[in-house]
Protein backbone atom coordinates (compact mmCIF):
# COMPACT_ATOMS: atom_id res chain seq x y z
CA UNK A 1 0.00 0.00 0.00
CA UNK A 2 1.30 3.03 -0.63
CA UNK A 3 1.77 5.94 1.83
CA UNK A 4 0.42 8.60 -0.57
CA UNK A 5 -2.91 7.22 1.81
CA UNK A 6 -0.97 8.03 4.85
CA UNK A 7 -3.44 10.67 7.15
CA UNK A 8 -2.22 12.28 10.86
CA UNK A 9 -3.92 13.09 13.75
CA UNK A 10 -2.61 14.49 16.63
CA UNK A 11 -3.97 14.13 20.07
CA UNK A 12 -3.90 15.81 23.46
CA UNK A 13 -4.41 13.98 26.77
CA UNK A 14 -7.40 15.11 26.79
CA UNK A 15 -8.40 12.84 23.89
CA UNK A 16 -6.35 10.06 24.94
CA UNK A 17 -8.88 7.49 25.90
CA UNK A 18 -10.14 7.77 22.15
CA UNK A 19 -6.53 6.47 21.41
CA UNK A 20 -4.95 4.37 24.43
CA UNK A 21 -5.93 1.10 22.78
CA UNK A 22 -4.37 2.18 19.29
CA UNK A 23 -1.01 3.24 21.33
CA UNK A 24 -1.10 -0.18 23.32
CA UNK A 25 -1.89 -2.10 20.61
CA UNK A 26 0.82 -0.75 18.14
CA UNK A 27 3.22 -0.88 21.12
CA UNK A 28 2.67 -4.77 21.90
CA UNK A 29 3.48 -5.27 17.65
CA UNK A 30 6.28 -3.25 17.69
CA UNK A 31 7.70 -4.80 20.84
CA UNK A 32 6.69 -8.24 21.02
CA UNK A 33 10.37 -9.90 21.03
CA UNK A 34 11.33 -7.41 23.98
CA UNK A 35 8.38 -7.76 25.78
CA UNK A 36 8.69 -11.73 25.74
CA UNK A 37 12.29 -11.54 27.01
CA UNK A 38 12.64 -8.18 29.29
CA UNK A 39 9.83 -7.70 32.23
CA UNK A 40 11.08 -3.53 31.31
CA UNK A 41 9.36 -3.80 28.53
CA UNK A 42 6.48 -5.62 29.78
CA UNK A 43 2.83 -4.24 28.53
CA UNK A 44 2.24 -3.01 32.48
CA UNK A 45 5.84 -1.39 32.71
CA UNK A 46 4.96 0.69 29.24
CA UNK A 47 1.22 1.41 30.58
CA UNK A 48 2.63 2.53 33.63
CA UNK A 49 5.10 4.63 31.83
CA UNK A 50 2.27 5.95 29.48
CA UNK A 51 0.24 7.11 32.53
CA UNK A 52 3.22 9.37 33.96
CA UNK A 53 4.04 10.48 30.75
CA UNK A 54 0.88 11.67 30.34
CA UNK A 55 0.72 13.35 33.85
CA UNK A 56 4.06 15.18 33.12
CA UNK A 57 1.97 17.64 31.27
CA UNK A 58 2.21 19.39 27.61
CA UNK A 59 0.78 15.37 26.32
CA UNK A 60 1.22 15.29 22.69
CA UNK A 61 0.85 12.34 20.39
CA UNK A 62 0.51 12.09 16.61
CA UNK A 63 -0.59 9.01 14.62
CA UNK A 64 -0.40 7.89 11.19
CA UNK A 65 -2.96 5.94 9.56
CA UNK A 66 -2.58 4.45 6.09
CA UNK A 67 -6.15 3.88 4.57
CA UNK A 68 -7.95 2.53 7.75
CA UNK A 69 -4.39 0.63 9.32
CA UNK A 70 -2.46 2.49 12.32
CA UNK A 71 1.03 2.38 11.02
CA UNK A 72 2.38 4.10 14.24
CA UNK A 73 2.82 6.52 16.52
CA UNK A 74 5.02 9.21 18.29
CA UNK A 75 4.28 11.05 21.74
CA UNK A 76 6.09 13.04 24.57
CA UNK A 77 5.61 15.81 26.73
CA UNK A 78 6.80 18.91 27.96
CA UNK A 79 9.79 18.68 30.80
CA UNK A 80 9.88 20.22 34.09
CA UNK A 81 12.17 23.16 32.60
CA UNK A 82 9.21 23.89 30.23
CA UNK A 83 11.89 24.32 27.68
CA UNK A 84 12.39 20.52 26.66
CA UNK A 85 9.85 18.50 25.21
CA UNK A 86 10.88 14.55 26.22
CA UNK A 87 10.17 12.35 22.92
CA UNK A 88 9.23 9.03 24.82
CA UNK A 89 8.34 7.00 21.70
CA UNK A 90 8.26 7.16 17.97
CA UNK A 91 7.43 3.51 16.69
CA UNK A 92 6.08 2.29 13.58
CA UNK A 93 4.88 -1.11 12.52
CA UNK A 94 7.45 -2.92 10.26
CA UNK A 95 5.79 -3.19 7.20
CA UNK A 96 5.75 1.22 7.53
CA UNK A 97 9.75 1.22 8.52
CA UNK A 98 12.11 2.87 5.50
CA UNK A 99 9.34 4.78 3.63
CA UNK A 100 10.09 8.56 5.57
CA UNK A 101 6.67 7.87 7.54
CA UNK A 102 8.81 8.20 11.03
CA UNK A 103 9.88 11.72 10.19
CA UNK A 104 6.82 12.32 8.91
CA UNK A 105 5.31 11.83 11.97
CA UNK A 106 7.95 13.32 14.05
CA UNK A 107 7.92 16.23 12.56
CA UNK A 108 3.98 17.01 12.87
CA UNK A 109 4.11 16.26 16.31
CA UNK A 110 6.92 18.73 16.53
CA UNK A 111 5.02 21.44 14.85
CA UNK A 112 2.48 21.43 17.70
CA UNK A 113 5.09 22.35 20.41
CA UNK A 114 6.38 25.42 21.93
CA UNK A 115 9.11 24.14 23.36
CA UNK A 116 12.72 25.08 22.50
CA UNK A 117 14.15 21.83 22.19
CA UNK A 118 13.27 17.91 22.26
CA UNK A 119 15.37 15.10 23.71
CA UNK A 120 14.90 11.38 22.97
CA UNK A 121 16.74 8.53 24.74
CA UNK A 122 17.76 5.97 21.97
CA UNK A 123 18.88 2.51 23.21
CA UNK A 124 22.72 2.34 23.03
CA UNK A 125 22.60 -1.24 21.01
CA UNK A 126 20.54 0.62 18.24
CA UNK A 127 23.51 2.47 16.66
CA UNK A 128 21.68 2.59 13.16
CA UNK A 129 18.43 4.16 14.40
CA UNK A 130 21.23 6.61 16.70
CA UNK A 131 22.45 6.75 13.15
CA UNK A 132 18.67 8.23 11.82
CA UNK A 133 18.12 10.54 14.72
CA UNK A 134 21.67 12.74 13.98
CA UNK A 135 20.47 12.70 10.18
CA UNK A 136 17.16 14.67 11.59
CA UNK A 137 19.40 17.23 13.38
CA UNK A 138 19.77 15.92 16.75
CA UNK A 139 23.21 15.55 18.95
CA UNK A 140 24.17 13.34 21.35
CA UNK A 141 23.90 14.80 24.72
CA UNK A 142 25.15 12.00 26.63
CA UNK A 143 23.51 8.80 28.25
CA UNK A 144 20.69 8.26 30.53
CA UNK A 145 19.75 5.09 32.36
CA UNK A 146 16.52 5.72 33.18
CA UNK A 147 15.36 3.18 35.56
CA UNK A 148 17.19 0.54 37.42
CA UNK A 149 16.28 -2.23 34.98
CA UNK A 150 16.19 -0.38 31.78
CA UNK A 151 18.58 -0.72 28.82
CA UNK A 152 21.49 2.18 29.17
CA UNK A 153 20.19 5.08 26.72
CA UNK A 154 21.90 7.60 24.52
CA UNK A 155 20.58 11.59 25.25
CA UNK A 156 19.58 13.25 21.84
CA UNK A 157 18.80 16.98 21.58
CA UNK A 158 17.36 19.05 18.79
CA UNK A 159 17.37 22.54 18.71
CA UNK A 160 13.59 22.89 18.19
CA UNK A 161 14.23 26.86 17.03
CA UNK A 162 16.26 26.36 13.98
CA UNK A 163 14.72 27.81 10.71
Known amino acids: MSV ?3 TTGYYTSER ?3 IRDTILDVYADVYAGDIASNPFFSME ?3 ERLESHVAAGGWGCVIAEVGHEVAGFTYGFTAQ ?3 TFKLCENMLRQKWRGRGVS ?3 HDELMSHR ?3 RAQLLV ?3 RPRL ?3 YESWGYEHAGEKLPFPDSPLYDVMVLDLNRA
Open 4 to 6: DLL
Open 16 to 18: LAE
Open 45 to 47: RFK
Open 81 to 83: DGI
Open 103 to 105: RLI
Open 114 to 116: QEG
Open 123 to 125: RRE
Open 130 to 132: RAL
